[in-house]
């Protein structure tokens, strides 16, 4: 089941692995809003986490592919150490892990030292007899072995550390249901939402990748592949059915389309729940 | 779900021999050199296997995890009670452009910590356990302190290479401050404190504290009392109430009548003083403006050194204005003029147009020996009223839109006759200080060039102010806008929109319609 975290009425997803089936399994693309752990310092790429729009989550959570939930905050835990019972035993399983992990890789850096030094044995002991000769000294250069991988020492801070993305430890998640409005997911019932919602699911459903728009100034982006690989095709902007759009909108829209070689789609529901598409096209007369 | 109970595929704590293997990952990003993206997937093998290669190395790049030699971690331990992050071990180098001491401790802000946590800078704890990225945005970000669409814009911009800080009423003049030109001084006071232009030697300056400088003297917080304590006069952008705002700041002037001008500027030391004191101050035009009548030109004889004028002596200055050791004797002047000024200058056809125009419509008004005879303003207003024979039009209700005495060029009937005037953006912004408004300002962005000469306590004028945005918010006011870039002085406000992590940026201008006339 994928995990969708709630923080400040957004959804997130941590997990590599559920973003990654989110993306080739479920068509929802989402973007990336983290640091990139090789580059953090640049906005080309990004990395982990996945913000989800509201539309994306929800129909990952009404196809019963993932749930909502929401990590107890340290504010509302309180700083209260001795509340925790298990508190103390974890801190000391964690110490434990960490010099158990120190001590697996000082193991491991010996051996690869060992190894290297085993690969370059033949030259250093060639080095050493030729020292041995320049000094004049007839002594046997083989009275020092070359062993000196066992008394090799990682010092503390060359210990590899890992700064984990994903929560590590068990926490009593709480599960919030999408299906009522809250603080923590406050779609639900909106008329906006609902509207953008069924157009997604629909678009959703055809087989296009949606996207947010709003670089173009629309509601959805809709492509027709992976956004990878694939240009969008249409600009999806949302109307409800009755609300009169103005020309000067149309104009604009088509326009816009125009420059950037997409099609302007207006799209609304119906009443039984169908979407009406419509595209917008410069005529010339003449 | 029976699938919760085995351990969650990913979520992953590498293993030591893992841990070692990254020490030597690479550290640059795969250039994508697929070519353009294709227009419609036709199910071909070439379009599958780019895709494939595209996706591969998406992946692989997103399933890194941050590792780091504990040696250039810096460990901090988060406060939730305070919304501070405390440093349990010496801060990098990130110290110079973030965080504060706080009793004696070094600490950051949350969105700094969990910046640097995302950059692989620090290890974070909380109650003695180190915490996950994810776990630090759960935790460090709340509405009350720093949001998550602050920190998004924030971690945007640091990403950028920005410096950035929040905003803070304290850092920015006070309008009491801002009317009597206080900023600017304080600003160049406090800012190049150490280098400040050579001034008067202290003895001149011990003898006579001139009221600019008592001004100077004014801590920023003083004057803000003053501003809470009573309504500071209205601000408005008209030259006159501005001279009067410096009036009020050099008290002098109005005690002194232009004609006892001549009495006190006879004193020679206070009137050099003053020039030296009005050289080191930053250019205040209005300030220039009241202090160029403070010199009596009559009695300071500046000797004319043109070639034009053939004789210069200059006499033995005043023994008093100069410093002991030096010694200083009368000079004839005027071969060393002769060899001034020996080229021609040489004008464009544009200059030398405007000339021969000038030449034509303009003259000087103290050629006018009329003129010249007025001694007051009075007298001159009335010379004027008499020359133009309009006396009798002008005393009636109506009286006419452009007189003819003020008609100097199209410019200034144009001015003249114009019903609506251009309103600037900070006009009358001041009056509107008191209404709240949802909207405020965040952060305050420093180029990164600055870098190496920026100080975090004393961080000067920013490159711009931010503003962060929902994106399904309405577009700001003009109102709003008014009140933001009068908070913000002569700094650039920008509103940054984030939309699902998207990052969008928008500002306003102002803008004047050029006025096509000449001149």
């Given at each position: 089941?994928?995990?969708?975290?709630?923080?400040?009425?957004?959804?997130?997803?941590?997990?590599?692995?559920?973003?990654?089936?989110?993306?080739?399994?479920?068509?929802?693309?989402?973007?990336?809003?983290?640091?990139?752990?090789?580059?953090?310092?640049?906005?080309?790429?990004?990395?982990?986490?996945?913000?989800?729009?509201?539309?994306?989550?929800?129909?990952?959570?009404?196809?019963?592919?993932?749930?909502?939930?929401?990590?107890?905050?340290?504010?509302?835990?309180?700083?209260?150490?001795?509340?925790?019972?298990?508190?103390?035993?974890?801190?000391?399983?964690?110490?434990?892990?960490l010099?158990?992990?120190y001590?697996?890789q000082l193991?491991?850096s010996?051996?690869?030292?060992?190894?290297?030094?085993?690969?370059?044995?033949?030259?250093?002991?060639?080095?050493?007899?030729?020292?041995?000769?320049?000094?004049?000294?007839?002594?046997?250069?083989?009275?020092?072995?070359?062993?000196?991988?066992?008394?090799?020492v990682l010092p503390r801070e060359s210990m590899m550390i890992?700064?984990?993305?994903?929560?590590?430890?068990?926490?009593?998640?709480?599960?919030?249901?999408?299906?009522?409005?809250?603080?923590?997911?406050?779609?639900?019932?909106?008329?906006?939402?609902?509207?953008?919602?069924?157009?997604?699911?629909?678009?959703?459903?055809?087989?296009?990748?949606?996207?947010?728009?709003?670089?173009?100034?629309?509601?959805?982006?809709?492509?027709?592949?992976?956004?990878?690989?694939?240009?969008?095709?249409?600009?999806?902007?949302?109307?409800?059915?009755?609300?009169?759009?103005?020309?000067?909108?149309?104009?604009?829209?088509?326009?816009?389309?125009?420059?950037?070689?997409?099609?302007?789609?207006?799209?609304?529901?119906?009443?039984?729940?169908?979407?009406?598409?419509?595209?917008?096209?410069?005529?010339?007369?003449? | 779900?029976?699938?919760?109970?085995?351990?969650?595929?990913?979520?992953?704590?590498?293993?030591?021999?893992?841990?070692?293997?990254?020490r030597?990952?690479?550290?640059?990003?795969?250039?994508?050199?697929?070519?353009?993206?294709?227009?419609?997937?036709?199910?071909?093998?070439?379009?599958?296997?780019?895709?494939?290669?595209?996706?591969?190395?998406?992946?692989?790049?997103?399933?890194?995890?941050?590792?780091v030699r504990l040696g250039s971690l810096v460990k901090?331990?988060?406060?939730?009670?305070?919304?501070?992050?405390?440093?349990?071990s010496p801060?990098g180098?990130?110290?110079?452009?973030?965080?504060?001491?706080?009793?004696?401790?070094?600490?950051?802000?949350?969105?700094?910590?969990?910046?640097?946590?995302?950059?692989?800078?620090?290890q974070?704890?909380?109650?003695?356990?180190?915490?996950?990225?994810?776990?630090?945005?759960?935790?460090?970000?709340?509405?009350?302190?720093?949001?998550?669409?602050?920190?998004?814009?924030?971690?945007?911009?640091?990403?950028?290479?920005?410096?950035?800080?929040?905003?803070?009423?304290?850092?920015?003049?006070?309008?009491?401050?801002?009317?009597?030109?206080?900023?600017?001084?304080?600003?160049?006071?406090?800012?190049?404190?150490?280098?400040?232009?050579?001034?008067?030697?202290?003895?001149?300056?011990?003898?006579?504290?001139?009221?600019?400088?008592?001004?100077?003297?004014?801590?920023?917080?003083?004057?803000?009392?003053?501003?809470?304590?009573?309504?500071?006069?209205?601000?408005?952008?008209?030259?006159?109430?501005?001279?009067?705002?410096?009036?009020?700041?050099?008290?002098?002037?109005?005690?002194?009548?232009?004609?006892?001008?001549?009495?006190?500027?006879?004193?020679?030391?206070?009137?050099?003083?003053?020039?030296?004191?009005?050289?080191?101050?930053?250019?205040?035009?209005?300030?220039?403006?009241?202090?160029?009548?403070?010199?009596?030109?009559?009695?300071?004889?500046?000797?004319?050194?043109?070639?034009?004028?053939?004789?210069?002596?200059?006499?033995?200055?005043?023994?008093?204005?100069?410093?002991?050791?030096?010694?200083?004797?009368?000079?004839?002047?005027?071969?060393?003029?002769?060899?001034?000024?020996?080229?021609?200058?040489?004008?464009?056809?544009?200059?030398?147009?405007?000339?021969?125009?000038?030449?034509?419509?303009?003259?000087?008004?103290?050629?006018?020996?009329?003129?010249?005879?007025?001694?007051?303003?009075?007298?001159?207003?009335?010379?004027?009223?008499?020359?133009?024979?309009?006396?009798?039009?002008?005393?009636?209700?109506?009286?006419?839109?452009?007189?003819?005495?003020?008609?100097?060029?199209?410019?200034?009937?144009?001015?003249?006759?114009?019903?609506?005037?251009?309103?600037?953006?900070?006009?009358?912004?001041?009056?509107?200080?008191?209404?709240?408004?949802?909207?405020?300002?965040?952060?305050?962005?420093?180029?990164?060039?600055?870098?190496?000469?920026?100080?975090?306590?004393?961080?000067?004028?920013?490159?711009?102010?931010?503003?962060?945005?929902?994106?399904?918010?309405?577009?700001?006011?003009?109102?709003?806008?008014?009140?933001?870039?009068?908070?913000?002085?002569?700094?650039?406000?920008?509103?940054?929109?984030?939309?699902?992590?998207?990052?969008?940026?928008?500002?306003?201008?102002?803008?004047?319609?050029?006025?096509?006339?000449?001149?």
């Amino acid at each position: 089941m994928i995990r969708i975290y709630t923080l400040e009425g957004k959804a997130f997803v941590w997990n590599y692995t559920d973003v990654r089936r989110i993306r080739e399994e479920h068509r929802i693309v989402g973007v990336l809003v983290g640091a990139l752990p090789r580059k953090p310092r640049q906005n080309v790429r990004l990395g982990l986490p996945l913000e989800l729009l509201p539309e994306e989550a929800r129909l990952l959570l009404e196809k019963g592919l993932a749930t909502l939930v929401k990590n107890p905050t340290s504010q509302s835990l309180g700083d209260d150490r001795s509340q925790d019972p298990l508190f103390p035993g974890k801190v000391a399983a964690y110490e434990k892990e960490l010099e158990e992990n120190y001590q697996e890789q000082l193991r491991l850096s010996a051996e690869q030292r060992k190894i290297v030094l085993d690969s370059l044995a033949d030259r250093i002991a060639q080095g050493r007899a030729k020292k041995w000769q320049q000094k004049g000294e007839g002594g046997d250069p083989l009275v020092q072995p070359v062993e000196s991988g066992s008394s090799f020492v990682l010092p503390r801070e060359s210990m590899m550390i890992q700064l984990p993305t994903e929560q590590t430890q068990r926490t009593e998640e709480e599960e919030v249901n999408w299906h009522v409005a809250s603080q923590l997911w406050p779609y639900a019932g909106q008329e906006n939402h609902e509207m953008r919602y069924c157009i997604f699911r629909d678009l959703w459903e055809r087989g296009y990748y949606v996207t947010t728009g709003s670089k173009f100034g629309g509601d959805f982006l809709i492509y027709p592949g992976d956004p990878m690989r694939f240009h969008a095709h249409y600009i999806a902007l949302c109307f409800s059915k009755d609300a009169p759009i103005s020309l000067c909108d149309i104009i604009s829209a088509g326009r816009l389309g125009t420059n950037v070689k997409k099609t302007v789609l207006l799209c609304s529901v119906d009443q039984g729940g169908t979407i009406a598409y419509t595209s917008l096209q410069w005529s010339g007369m003449q | 779900m029976e699938a919760e109970e085995e351990p969650p595929a990913g979520r992953r704590l590498l293993s030591p021999a893992e841990l070692l293997a990254a020490r030597t990952r690479d550290h640059k990003i795969p250039q994508r050199s697929l070519g353009q993206k294709d227009f419609i997937p036709d199910g071909s093998e070439e379009q599958e296997s780019k895709l494939h290669q595209c996706r591969k190395e998406h992946w692989q790049l997103l399933e890194e995890e941050r590792v780091v030699r504990l040696g250039s971690l810096v460990k901090a331990e988060w406060k939730p009670q305070e919304s501070i992050v405390e440093l349990k071990s010496p801060a990098g180098k990130f110290w110079h452009t973030m965080g504060f001491a706080q009793h004696g401790k070094q600490c950051l802000l949350p969105e700094e910590a969990l910046y640097l946590l995302e950059c692989g800078s620090l290890q974070l704890f909380y109650k003695d356990l180190p915490l996950s990225v994810q776990e630090a945005y759960e935790n460090l970000l709340s509405p009350k302190s720093v949001s998550l669409l602050k920190y998004q814009v924030y971690s945007h911009l640091k990403r950028l290479g920005y410096i950035v800080l929040r905003f803070h009423f304290s850092t920015i003049p006070t309008p009491y401050e801002r009317q009597l030109n206080l900023d600017s001084h304080y600003q160049s006071t406090e800012r190049g404190g150490h280098k400040r232009r050579r001034s008067s030697s202290p003895r001149l300056q011990d003898k006579k504290p001139k009221p600019s400088e008592k001004s100077q003297e004014w801590s920023p917080k003083k004057a803000k009392i003053h501003h809470g304590n009573s309504s500071p006069p209205a601000l408005d952008g008209s030259p006159k109430a501005r001279i009067k705002a410096s009036d009020a700041k050099t008290e002098n002037i109005e005690l002194v009548p232009s004609s006892s001008v001549t009495k006190e500027c006879s004193e020679l030391p206070t009137c050099v003083q003053d020039y030296k004191e009005t050289r080191s101050k930053t250019v205040g035009e209005s300030h220039n403006d009241v202090c160029a009548s403070r010199w009596n030109f009559t009695s300071i004889d500046f000797p004319n050194m043109g070639a034009d004028y053939p004789q210069v002596f200059l006499p033995e200055p005043d023994k008093r204005l100069l410093p002991e050791n030096i010694t200083a004797r009368a000079i004839d002047a005027s071969p060393w003029c002769r060899r001034l000024n020996q080229k021609h200058e040489r004008l464009t056809r544009k200059e030398q147009e405007q000339l021969k125009w000038e030449s034509r419509y303009k003259r000087s008004i103290n050629e006018d020996v009329e003129v010249r005879r007025c001694t007051t303003w009075q007298e001159y207003k009335a010379l004027l009223r008499e020359r133009s024979g309009l006396a009798d039009l002008c005393t009636q209700p109506v009286t006419p839109l452009v007189k003819p005495n003020q008609g100097l060029s199209t410019a200034d009937i144009l001015q003249q006759i114009n019903v609506f005037q251009p309103s600037h953006l900070l006009e009358e912004a001041f009056q509107l200080q008191n209404h709240s408004s949802q909207l405020k300002i965040d952060f305050d962005v420093y180029h990164a060039d600055e870098a190496s000469i920026f100080k975090k306590n004393d961080p000067g004028k920013p490159y711009v102010r931010m503003c962060v945005q929902r994106f399904d918010e309405q577009v700001p006011s003009l109102k709003v806008v008014k009140q933001l870039s009068y908070q913000s002085g002569d700094v650039p406000v920008v509103f940054a929109l984030v939309d699902n992590g998207n990052i969008a940026f928008f500002s306003f201008k102002e803008f004047k319609l050029p006025t096509d006339v000449y001149p």
